[in-house]
């Protein structure tokens, strides 16, 4: 997706949250009778609706607001939503498609080295919690891209964030980071 | 409280006595907990629509609390003050709103253990608490995070001697722990602490060792003083194995230290899995390969047997010629079956010319025969794609154009971001998602039956609620709205600020307004009466509408609102006038508004008129509501309409 002005790091997202409001009530018990595609789960009072073209996971609720998930960019999370409405609107609801939004991206990359985790959360106190009762992962937030990202020992990193831009930029910030505290690969295997 | 266990023999019979405020445990008589009622918080509603939580004595609770929770996890005193000072701060910070204080307790505790480095593990608090070690660590983080408290990593060293003393080792147990301090140091620098369990390393560490001094102790035992599962210490053990630090003997163990570093372990795991997917690809690559050289040689052979059938076909057809007519039927079928047979010869060898393409081969091998049948599969595929329906067979830009042309004559939305764009919507995978009639009414059929029960009771549910109405015993619940949203306060002095703040946080109970206010009055005259009131008459709306019906009728809410307000706003400075007179012109129908709802409320004062029915009890409401909107409208906040409704909640 992205590339580091140093090293080419292949940033691969691998899902897509967003959320839009169609405006108008949506009987959930008719799209669970109509629909082909869907899971009614009453005791919650929402719908799942599947797309196989983006193939997205969408929750319904019946005030009209519909959280779609599972896309792989922001592009195709708004095509997967646009679709969705449109299915919608066949079903018989006079849909407005409005407040579209991404909320949030999940994206992995992978370091060509390894970290020191203990030294990384040494060195980036405030930022870093590494907690391996709990999880095995660093834990390093950025505040002001509000993105999280876990930091492994083997040089994966996860990164959450409001959108694709925020990833890249937290994956470009925390690489002089980690880089400081890498661990040289000692055995070369190809 | 029924579900509580006894922390000290942990029976569930637990006796609570509200009179004296303490639970006992009748197993064993020990007083579990004794002024209960400080423990709960208790919430207020205070008449200024907020709420505030009374009678918890925080300090006093959460000492004896800490104190409770480290006796049991044997801190000394020193610890228990530090952990007690983290509390205090995390309550002056409100860090204990909306977590539970018992949670907060035990990150505190853990804090404590974390700096001090005590062998404590979060695992032990939430074991001694009965709750989730993920929660607890949640809060811990929370609150490390908040109080900037940078606890050190966790050493795994700490645990040794505690698990090792756990495990009775007796005399040698000093020995043992220090073999068991000596692997974990190798297995640090071999990369296999990161990101693991330190208890898990730690119990792996000791089991070695303990075999290493002739004890016999099995996994088992060890996974039941380290709490780790059971496939979690094998796996560190293999880990272990895999370091060439296992390959030395106790004694060059113990005299030893290799230099280098392994790569961790998961490392190792990942490059080895990658290998061994090499591997198979390079295999999987040779096989083919193989094949392809067998098939070569099942073709030569087919050759050679084909080159040496057209003989034994002439000589068939010799044989024909001067046979009878019986012999030139077999010979016929004779030549049917060859034919056969070369259109195998044939398939097969299309099949390894497949295999050569696709593995991108030599594609250098003797083909001879075959080729005019090359021909015959493509078309055959193609004659099985063509039945696919294309775009323009199954009309659906028609039907695109048509939904976009509906859509186009909707009026709802011919402009801005509502607006769907279609664009590159495929309208019939769409449609084959949503079930046509048939199909929807037998699955209809099976959703009603299968959630009959709930149907009924939804019915049952709503005869209920019409049955009552009609009693008029039924009461709505309403939803309750958050009391944080509050209108803005809009004031041009501080003063005036201060005053609107006042009035809409009531801050202390204690205070005696009506002094205040005698206060504050002595301050000025009051020249700004008629306009000022106004400006409050949002307030006041808000406060005759909180009021129930009956109280209503008792007096005038306005105006007796207004009394109160009227000298707190009539000591607004001079710079008041000019905004009072700015606002003045758009007012000649305001002018008259205060009084207005007075008359309104006057008229709805009567108790009879509440008593008849409930219904009508909004209608007042709405009359008096629109003036008061207006009002505010000059003062700018629109929005006011639906705000007062959600005041209801109060």
Redesign the interface.
């Known amino acids: 997706m992205d590339a580091d002005s140093d090293v080419a790091l292949d940033i691969l997202i691998t899902n897509v949250v967003c959320v839009f409001r169609t405006?108008c009530h949506l009987n959930l018990?008719k799209i669970?009778?109509?629909?082909?595609?869907v899971i009614?789960k009453?005791d919650v009072g929402k719908v799942l609706m599947k797309?196989?073209?983006p193939r997205i996971t969408a929750t319904i609720w019946s005030s009209g607001k519909i959280i779609c998930t599972g896309a792989t960019s922001e592009e195709e999370a708004k095509?997967g939503a646009?679709?969705l409405?449109?299915?919608l609107?066949?079903?018989g609801f006079?849909?407005?498609?409005?407040d579209?939004k991404v909320v949030n991206v999940l994206a992995v990359c992978n370091m060509p080295f390894?970290i020191?985790?203990?030294e990384f959360?040494?060195n980036n106190?405030?930022h870093a919690?590494?907690?391996?009762?709990?999880h095995?992962?660093v834990?390093y937030r950025i505040k002001s891209l509000r993105a999280t990202l876990q930091i492994?020992?083997?040089?994966s990193i996860t990164v959450t964030g409001p959108n694709v831009k925020a990833v890249a930029t937290a994956v470009e910030q925390i690489y002089p980071f980690v880089f400081e505290s890498r661990?040289e690969?000692?055995?070369f295997?190809t | 409280m029924t579900g509580r266990v006894c922390r000290g023999c942990g029976g569930t019979d637990i006796e609570l006595d509200a009179a004296r405020g303490d639970a006992v445990c009748t197993a064993c008589g020990s007083v579990l907990e004794d002024n209960i009622i400080v423990s709960e918080v208790q919430f207020v509603e205070s008449s200024g629509g907020g709420s505030s939580a009374v009678g918890q004595f925080v300090s006093l609770d959460g000492r004896r609390h800490i104190h409770h929770l480290g006796n049991q996890l044997q801190l000394n005193q020193h610890c228990l003050d530090t952990a007690f000072n983290f509390f205090k701060m995390a309550v002056s910070r409100h860090l204990t709103r909306g977590r539970k204080m018992a949670h907060v307790i035990a990150a505190c505790l853990y804090l404590v253990c974390r700096t001090e480095g005590t062998p404590h593990?979060?695992?032990d608090l939430s074991d001694l608490l009965q709750v989730n070690?993920?929660v607890l660590?949640k809060t811990f983080?929370l609150l490390?995070?908040e109080l900037?408290i940078?606890a050190p990593?966790?050493d795994p060293c700490l645990y040794i001697p505690r698990f090792a003393h756990l495990l009775e080792f007796g005399e040698k147990n000093h020995e043992v722990s220090m073999t068991a301090l000596r692997l974990l140091q190798r297995m640090k620098r071999d990369?296999m602490?990161?990101?693991?369990?330190?208890?898990g390393l730690c119990g792996a560490a000791l089991l070695v060792a303990a075999r290493m001094h002739d004890f016999r102790r099995t996994v088992k035992e060890v996974i039941s003083v380290v709490k780790v599962c059971e496939s979690t210490l094998r796996k560190r053990l293999t880990e272990f194995e895999d370091t060439p630090t296992s390959q030395l003997t106790i004694d060059e163990f113990m005299k030893i230290d290799l230099e280098?570093?392994?790569?961790?372990p998961?490392?190792?795991a990942?490059?080895r899995k990658?290998?061994m997917k090499q591997l198979e690809q390079v295999l999987s690559k040779k096989l083919e390969e193989v094949e392809g050289e067998i098939s070569s040689y099942q073709d030569a052979i087919e050759i050679e047997l084909e080159n040496s059938r057209p003989k034994a076909k002439g000589g068939l057809a010799s044989l024909a010629k001067d046979g009878s007519t019986e012999d030139t039927t077999s010979s016929l079928c004779g030549e049917e079956d060859t034919e056969d047979e070369e259109l195998e010869a044939a398939a097969s060898h299309l099949n390894k010319d497949l295999y050569r393409e696709l593995l991108g081969g030599a594609p250098g091998s003797s083909e001879a025969a075959g080729s005019p049948e090359w021909g015959g599969r493509p078309p055959a595929l193609g004659s099985l794609l063509d039945p696919l329906p294309t775009a323009a067979s199954l009309g659906i830009s028609d039907s695109i154009r048509e939904c976009i042309s509906s859509q186009s004559s909707d009026p709802?939305?011919a402009s801005g971001?509502?607006?769907?764009?279609?664009s590159?919507?495929?309208?019939l995978?769409?449609?084959?998602?949503?079930?046509n009639e048939s199909?929807?009414r037998v699955?209809?059929e099976l959703?009603m039956r299968e959630?009959a029960e709930?149907l009924r009771e939804q019915r049952e549910k709503e005869a209920r609620i019409a049955k009552e109405k009609e009693l008029g015993i039924y009461k709505e619940h309403k939803p309750k709205k958050s009391c944080k949203r509050r209108e803005p306060i809009q004031a041009s002095t501080a003063r005036e600020a201060i005053e609107k703040m006042l009035e809409q946080k009531k801050i202390s109970s204690k205070i005696n307004y009506s002094v205040l206010r005698g206060l504050s009055s002595a301050g000025g005259g009051s020249p700004h009466r008629e306009d000022a009131q106004p400006k409050h008459s949002a307030s006041a709306r808000k406060l005759s509408r909180r009021r129930t019906p009956a109280s209503r009728s008792g007096a005038d809410p306005v105006t007796s609102v207004g009394k109160r307000l009227r000298p707190l706003v009539s000591t607004q400075p001079a710079k008041k006038v000019a905004t009072g007179e700015a606002l003045l012109p758009s007012s000649p129908t305001l002018g008259s508004e205060p009084a207005r709802p007075q008359a309104v409320l006057v008229e709805s004062g009567p108790v009879s008129y509440h008593a008849d029915e409930e219904a009508d009890e909004e209608e007042p409401d709405e009359e008096d509501g629109e003036p008061c909107v207006s009002a505010l409208q000059m003062m700018g906040s629109n929005d006011y309409g639906c705000d007062g409704d959600e005041d209801d909640g109060y």
């Open positions: 405006r018990r669970a009778l109509e629909g082909a595609n009614y009453r797309l196989r073209k095509f646009r679709r409405a449109r299915s609107q066949k079903l006079q849909v407005i498609f409005t579209f390894e020191r985790l203990p959360t040494k106190r405030p919690s590494y907690e391996p009762e709990l095995p992962a834990c492994f020992s083997t040089g661990k690969i000692l055995s295997t | 593990m979060l695992l070690v993920y660590g983080l490390a995070r900037c940078n990593a966790i990369w602490h990161t990101g693991r369990r330190p208890s280098e570093e392994c790569d961790p998961s490392y190792t990942g490059q990658l290998r709802k939305d971001d509502g607006e769907l764009d279609l590159g919507i495929d309208d995978e769409i449609d084959r998602y949503i079930l199909e929807a699955k209809a959703w959630n709930y």
